[in-house]
C-alpha cells in the first residue's frame, strides 16, 4: 500500500519518477506526488486521485531536476485530499519525504514534536517522520532553523556554513528509525543536498535498483524494470543514500554493508499492456501459463524434494492466507483433506493471530501470499516462528519479506501481477499447492488421481474458448443489479467465494456466496423473481443436490446462470455458460477463468477501472 519511488541520474529526474511510479499505481491511487530539487529549492507537486492527474499537470513542463523522490497514496492517516498527499515537507521546509507503511506510535511523537514549536498541516504520521527527522538534524546544528529562510541555498553552503554532510543527515535518519515503531519505508530528499536521496526501511519493502550513472530506489522491482538490471532488496533496519554513481547501506549499528545485488528475470513486456485494454484482462489470459510455468519451475528446480520429508512424520497442517490467496487455501484444505485424510486447520491471517492458534514445534504452516507483503499474513508468520513451527510459503513477488522469514519458500511463477484484482497469481497458487499435494502424498505412500500433467492439461481446455463473447448477454443482465449471490457445493462452493469476490471488487455490485445447501437455512429470503443467482456445478457427487437447490431458486422465480460442463442443464437454467469437463478434483483449473471473465466484462459494462477499484491496493501492508 502506497508505493514510492526516488531517481537520481544524468536524465531528467520528474518523468523518471513519474515512469517508475506508473508501475507502482496498484499500490494506491488516491493522490500522486513528486518532490524534486531544481538547483536552489525543493519543489513539491501533488494531486488528489490517480497518477494520469500529476502527469497531465506536469506534461508540458520540462523540470531540468536530475534528482527526485514520488509517491502514489493508499490513504491510511487523513482523507485522501492534497493536504494528506506525499511528499510531505517538514515545518522548516528543509526537506521532504515519501513514505509508505504506517508509523504506529505517530501521535505521541507528533505531542513531543508540538511540545517543541512543531506545527502540522496535515493528519499524516510521514509529516511527522519528516518533522522528527528536520528535528534532529537541528539538535546537530541549531542554526539550521533559519535555514527555510535562506534563498538559492546549494549543497555547498549546507555544507559549508551549516557543517551538514552525508553522515550528519544519516545519524539524524538513525535517531528517527530508532523512535519510530511501526512499518516504514522512506525515501527524503534534502533541500540544498540535491544531489543524494536518503532512505530508511523496515517491514515495507524497498529495493535499490543500479544504474550507469543513475541510481533508482522503488517500493518493488517491476517499477524498475526497463531502467535497471541489477537490483537489491533493502533489509529491515537498513538505512543509507544514493547519488548518481555511488549507493551506501548501512546496518542499525550504522556499520557499511557490502552488497550483494541480484538480476532480476523480468521481461519488460511483462508489466505493459500490449495489445490489452487492461491489466486484469491481460492477466485472466495468462491464466494458464502462469499455471505451466509453475510446475515447470518446480519440477527443475527440484523446490518441493528441498523440503526434509521428516517434518511429515508426525505433524499437525495449518494454512494461513488473506483475499484471494485465502480462496486457494480453502481448496488445498479441501483436496488435502479428501486425498490424503490429513486433517488442515484453515485462517484468515487477521483472525488466526488473534485466536491464539494451536500451533507448537511440530505444526507445519503453509502461508499463501502473491506479494509476500502482507501485513496481516507476515505476522501470522512471525507467531508461527515464534513457536518454532515450520513454515512454507507460496509467494510470487521473488525477494519479498515473506521469503525471508520462512524456511522454505514454494515459488509461484505467474509473473508480475498488475491487476489489483488477483486472479493468475491465484491460478498459480493452485498450481504450486497441487504440486506440493502430490510430493505429499508421495511421501505418505498415497496414490492421488492427479499429476503435474494433469493439471496443465485442464488448464488448456479453455484456451481457445472466448467466454467473453459467451457472458455478452449475461453481463448486460446483470450489471445493473444491486445484488448477485453465488452459490455451490464442495470445491463449487470455494469457487463460488472467489467468482463472488472478483465480481463485487471490480464490479462495485453486492455479491454473496454461499453453500448450495445452506440457502434454506436463512438466504433464500433474500431471492425474489428475477435476482440472479451463479450456480456452480462441475462435482458429479454433488451434482442431484444442487440441482434440487436451482430448482428451488427457479421456483421462486430466481434467474440461474449456470456454470457447468453438463449440457443437460441447459434447459433448466435461465442460461448456461458450458465450461469444459474434466476430473472433478480438477475443476477450478477450468472453472475459474470464466468467473474471472464475468467480472472482468462486468466491470467495464459499469464504467469501472478494473485494475484500479475503489478503495482497494493490492499490496496490504497495514493490519
Ligand atoms: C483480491 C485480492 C486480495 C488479495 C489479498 C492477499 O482480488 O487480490 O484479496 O488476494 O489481499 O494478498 P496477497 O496474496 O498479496 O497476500
Known amino acids: 500500500m502506497c508505493g514510492i519511488v526516488g531517481y537520481i541520474g544524468d536524465r531528467l529526474a520528474v518523468p523518471n519518477a513519474l515512469n517508475c511510479l506508473k508501475a507502482l499505481e496498484y499500490r494506491g491511487y488516491d493522490s500522486a506526488g513528486v518532490a524534486y530539487a531544481d538547483g536552489t529549492e525543493l519543489k513539491i507537486c501533488k494531486m488528489v486521485g490517480k497518477l494520469e492527474n500529476l502527469t497531465s499537470h506536469l506534461k508540458n513542463k520540462i523540470i531540468p531536476s536530475s534528482c527526485a523522490i514520488g509517491h502514489t497514496r493508499w490513504a491510511t492517516h487523513g482523507e485522501p485530499n492534497k493536504q494528506n498527499a506525499h511528499p510531505h515537507a517538514d515545518y522548516y521546509k528543509m526537506l521532504a519525504v515519501v513514505h509508505n507503511g504506517i508509523i504506529e506510535n505517530y501521535l505521541e511523537l507528533k505531542n513531543e514534536l508540538?511540545?517543541?514549536g512543531y506545527k502540522f498541516y496535515s493528519a499524516t504520521d510521514t509529516e511527522v517522520f519528516a518533522n522528527l527527522l528536520s528535528f534532529y538534524l537541528i539538535e546537530q546544528n541549531p542554526l539550521l532553523k533559519g535555514y527555510y529562510a535562506v534563498r538559492n541555498t546549494m549543497h555547498n553552503t549546507l555544507h559549508s556554513t551549516y557543517k551538514i554532510d552525508?553522515?550528519?543527515?544519516?545519524?539524524?535518519?538513525?535517531?528517527?528509525?530508532?523512535?519510530?515503531?511501526g512499518s516504514f519505508a522512506v525515501a527524503v530528499l534534502m533541500r540544498g543536498y540535491d544531489d543524494v536521496i536518503f532512505f530508511a526501511k523496515n517491514k515495507s519493502p524497498l529495493i535499490i535498483g543500479k544504474g550507469e550513472n543513475e541510481n533508482f530506489i522503488a517500493s518493488d522491482t517491476p517499477a524498475l524494470i526497463g531502467c535497471c538490471k541489477k537490483f537489491y532488496s533493502i533489509k529491515d533496519g537498513e538505512i543509507g543514500y544514493i547519488t548518481k554513481d555511488r549507493i551506501a547501506v548501512f546496518d542499525e549499528n550504522l556499520k557499511v554493508l557490502k552488497l550483494n545485488f541480484k538480476t532480476v528475470n523480468i521481461r519488460p513486456e511483462q508489466v505493459i499492456l500490449g495489445n490489452y485494454s487492461h491489466f486484469m484482462e491481460k492477466e485472466i489470459e495468462q491464466g494458464a501459463d502462469s499455471v505451466t510455468e509453475t510446475i515447470n519451475r518446480i519440477e527443475q528446480m527440484k523446490i518441493l524434494e528441498r523440503i526434509s520429508p521428516k517434518i511429515f512424520d508426525n505433524f499437525d497442517l495449518h494454512i494461513t492466507a488473506c483475499g484471494t490467496a485465502l480462496h486457494a487455501g480453502l481448496i488445498a484444505k479441501c483436496v488435502i483433506e479428501d486425498k490424503l485424510k490429513i486433517p488442515v486447520d484453515l485462517d484468515y491471517a487477521s483472525e488466526f493471530r488473534y485466536k491464539k492458534p494451536l500451533i507448537s514445534s511440530k505444526s507445519i504452516c503453509l502461508f499463501i501470499s502473491q506479494s509476500g507483503e502482507t501485513a496481516d499474513t507476515l505476522s501470522c508468520v512471525e507467531l508461527s516462528n515464534s513457536v518454532g513451527a515450520t513454515t512454507i510459503a507460496f509467494t510470487n513477488v521473488a525477494g519479498s519479506r515473506m521469503e525471508s522469514l520462512v524456511d522454505y519458500i514454494i515459488p509461484t511463477s505467474a509473473g508480475p501481477e498488475i491487476a489489483v484484482a488477483s486472479t493468475k497469481?491465484?491460478?498459480?497458487?493452485?498450481?504450486?499447492?497441487?504440486?506440493?499435494?502430490e510430493y505429499l502424498a508421495k511421501i505418505k505412500g498415497i496414490t492421488i488421481e492427479f499429476s503435474s500433467d494433469s493439471v496443465k492439461n485442464a488448464v488448456l481446455k479453455n484456451k481457445y474458448i472466448n467466454y467473453y463473447k459467451e457472458l455478452e448477454d449475461v453481463v448486460q443482465e446483470i450489471k445493473d443489479e444491486e445484488s448477485v449471490y453465488f452459490i455451490g457445493r464442495g470445491i463449487d462452493y470455494l469457487l463460488s467465494l472467489e467468482g463472488a469476490l472478483k465480481l463485487k471488487e471490480v464490479s462495485y455490485i453486492h455479491c454473496e456466496a454461499m453453500p448450495a445447501g445452506e440457502l434454506k437455512h436463512g438466504s433464500l429470503a433474500l431471492v425474489r423473481k428475477d435476482c440472479f443467482v451463479i450456480a456452480i456445478l462441475t462435482q458429479k457427487e454433488l451434482y442431484d443436490k444442487t440441482l434440487n437447490n436451482i430448482y428451488e431458486l427457479n421456483s421462486r422465480g430466481a434467474k440461474v446462470i449456470l456454470f457447468s460442463p453438463f449440457k443437460e442443464l441447459r434447459n433448466i437454467v435461465y442460461k448456461q455458460i458450458l465450461i469444459p469437463e474434466t476430473e472433478p478434483v480438477l475443476s477450478p483449473f477450468v472453472a475459474m477463468?470464466?468467473?474471472?471473465?464475468?467480472?472482468?466484462?462486468?466491470a467495464i459494462a459499469r464504467g469501472n477501472d478494473p485494475d484500479k477499484p475503489r478503495n482497494l491496493a493490492k499490496s496490504v501492508t497495514v493490519e
Open 114 to 116: 508540538e511540545k517543541k
Open 425 to 437: 497469481a491465484y491460478m498459480a497458487q493452485l498450481a504450486a499447492i497441487y504440486q506440493f499435494i
Open 593 to 602: 477463468k470464466p468467473l474471472q471473465c464475468l467480472a472482468y466484462a462486468t
Open 166 to 181: 552525508e553522515k550528519c543527515i544519516i545519524k539524524a535518519l538513525h535517531s528517527v528509525v530508532l523512535k519510530c515503531k
